[in-house]
Nanobody, 126 residues
Framework: QVNLVESGGGSVQAGGSLRLSCVAS????????IGWFRQGPGKEREGVAV???????SYADSVKGRFTISRDDGKKMLFLQMNSVKPEDTAMYYC????????????????????RGQGTQVTVSS
């Protein structure tokens, strides 16, 4: 059974910070890639960041240098530290995980991962 639960969303002014969390209950056996994607109003799903099975992170250009993804395997958690947020970061943010070879193809595949949570809303005001 795989279960992902996000938290930490909210409203913040441009230039501020938020930290999203995801509690990830994953099968013990499996080399998971785990990451975040978002979907803004009227927009398509967009991969934001991912940590691959080897622990290496990668980011979309739109968030590089502002967002940091990290995972705590001991606590089975994934985090997204969002700094210097912009109004265009406004979206529903989802945690997603996958242990197939498809998942190792980069952050842009995160929206299509096998498992995802229910999402947490982030709203950035100008």
């Amino acid at each position: 059974q795989v279960n992902l639960v996000e938290s930490g969303g909210g409203s913040v002014q441009a230039g501020g910070s938020l930290r999203l969390s995801c509690v990830a209950s994953l099968r013990t056996r499996g080399n998971y890639c785990i990451g975040w994607f978002r979907q803004g109003p009227g927009k398509e799903r967009e991969g934001v960041a991912v940590v691959d099975a080897n622990g290496s992170p990668s980011y979309a250009d739109s968030v590089k240098g502002r967002f940091t993804i990290s995972r705590d395997d001991g606590k089975k958690m994934l985090f997204l530290q969002m700094n210097s947020v912009k109004p265009e970061d406004t979206a529903m943010y989802y945690c997603a995980a996958d242990d197939t070879t498809f998942a190792s193809g980069g952050f842009y595949r995160v929206p299509f991962y096998m498992y995802r949570g229910q999402g947490t809303q982030v709203t950035v005001s100008s």
